[in-house]
């Protein structure tokens, strides 16, 4: 009975470890199935600590051919290449008929409103628009004898402390407008200059006066009204002094040294070879029209006035100020 019990646990102990080893070999032909070789892999050493590894596999990858990566990336290069041209010929489309019709290339990107007035006088560079004076105009880069322009220099590209724009009564009879304190607290004050680009800046008025263009007729000076540039702080603080009391009326206290302005000026009759000037402050949104303007009653005429209304010159010992530019 005892030899019959000794067999029977023989035969249990070799059936659990066949299991085990079919087990073991079943597990590994699992893990190798998908890898094409396994790399032999060193015996850590005793002084490393073994990676938490228990196989490293690599596979191999097929490379793309290079043709194909060529024949894609001048696949896109042409994509590009056509989405730019179409964009570029949209946006340039309108020109077109314009140069067809003057025979002259355009500045990239000048508005189309702007295309005529350019193909007639390429010295063209803006519109001026004054509402008060139902008026609207170009404005050209050089003196010309008909159409307004910037003076000393100025460009509508530039934007300078100070630019300053001739024009003459015929295009906008500015001082029929604001020549005294009622006429301008019932002005809309507005003056508004677009670039041949579109683009625009609103200003606003805020004082008017007369000045003289022959020096003779102020002692040898004749002020310096259309400025140019940008001035230092001491000189802008002598000019704001200057043109306040020169003004026809008080609508402002002060003026803004950080700020922009635009000078328009026009042929008078009020004396011969006298001008009429407006200082225009620049202002970004809605404009707010000053309606509590009063006469200045002490307006800084040129000399000549003062002669010829047989009255004293107040300011006869004023300094002949002269603009200093940074």
Request: charged share 30%.
């Amino acid at each position: 009975m005892k030899e019959f019990d000794d067999k029977l646990d023989k035969a249990l102990k070799d059936a659990e470890l066949d299991d085990i080893l079919d087990s073991i070999k079943n597990e590994n032909a699992k893990k190798t199935q998908n890898v094409s070789y396994i790399d032999e892999i060193e015996p850590a050493k005793k002084s490393e600590p073994c990676e938490d590894k228990t196989e490293k596999t690599l596979t191999k990858k097929k490379k793309p051919p290079i043709k194909a990566i060529v024949i894609v990336c001048v696949a896109v290069l042409a994509v590009i290449g056509i989405v730019f041209g179409v964009i570029q010929y949209t946006s340039t489309a309108y020109l077109k008929p314009y140069k067809e019709k003057y025979g002259i290339d355009f500045p990239k990107g000048i508005a189309e409103d702007f295309c005529d007035a350019y193909g007639e006088n390429q010295r063209v560079v803006g519109k001026l628009e004054i509402p008060d004076s139902n008026a609207e105009f170009f404005v050209s880069s050089e003196k010309d004898s008909l159409s307004p322009h910037f003076e000393n220099g100025s460009r509508a590209n530039e934007t300078p402390q100070f630019r300053s724009i001739t024009i003459y009564s015929k295009n906008a009879d500015i001082e029929s407008v604001y020549s005294t304190a009622e006429k301008y607290n019932n002005a809309k004050q507005e003056v508004t200059f677009t670039d041949i680009y579109g683009n625009s800046v609103k200003y606003q008025v805020v004082c008017a006066y007369y000045v003289n263009t022959n020096p003779n007729d102020d002692n040898g000076y004749a002020f310096p009204y259309n400025l140019s540039g940008t001035l230092t702080e001491d000189s802008f603080d002598d000019f704001e002094d200057r043109v306040l009391t020169r003004s026809l009326f008080d609508a402002v206290e002060n003026l803004s040294y950080t700020s922009q302005y635009l000078t328009i000026s026009a042929d008078s009759d009020f004396m011969e070879q006298f001008r009429f000037v407006i200082l225009c402050e620049r202002v970004d949104g809605k404009i707010a029209p000053i309606t509590d303007a009063v006469p200045n009653e002490k307006v800084h005429y040129p000399q000549i006035w003062y002669d010829e209304n047989n009255e004293h010159n107040p300011y006869w010992l004023s300094s002949k100020w002269q603009p200093t530019y940074e």
